[in-house]
């Protein structure tokens, strides 16, 4: 009993090793912020963005939802923006999310399943 719990683990563990190699390790964001670029303007605010922005006393970020859900209106409210207005750029690879902490959930799940778990920079992603 005890050499077939002892073989059981070999094999977990030698399957394990398998799929690990088979499957591409996990990378870091560049922070080049190419996805803001190109997606930011495409946004829509999800009933938990809008409740959790109400909860934290971000006004600010509920009223650039548009009637329809998107992001992001202008500060009047009257016009969405052709870009997000909370990417800092640094420079041609450096940007810099302004609400990161409470951003967007489609931002923080980017990039999902349906993406290949890969951003639009080829960075592989484990979700
Ligand atoms: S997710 Fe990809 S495209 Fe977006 S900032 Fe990170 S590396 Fe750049
Ligand atoms: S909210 Fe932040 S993460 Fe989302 S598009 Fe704008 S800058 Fe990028």
């Not at 992001?72 to 041609?92: F, V």
């Not at 409470?102 to 890969?118: E, I, N």
């Amino acid at each position: 009993m005890k050499s077939t719990t002892r073989q059981g683990g070999a094999a977990t563990r030698w399957w394990r090793r398998l799929v690990n190699r088979r499957r591409p390790a996990a990378q870091r964001c560049r922070g080049c912020g190419i996805c803001c670029d190109l997606y930011g303007h495409r946004l829509e605010a999800r009933p938990d963005d809008r409740e959790r922005w109400l909860r934290e006393g971000r006004l600010d970020l509920v009223r650039r939802i548009a009637p329809d859900g998107r992001l992001w209106l202008d500060r009047a409210g009257e016009r969405l923006l052709d870009d997000c207005p909370y990417l800092a750029r640094e420079g041609a690879e450096a940007a810099r999310c302004r609400i990161h902490a409470t951003k967007p959930a489609l931002c923080r799940d980017y990039p999902t399943r349906a993406h290949g778990h890969r951003c639009v920079r080829g960075v592989r992603f484990d979700r």
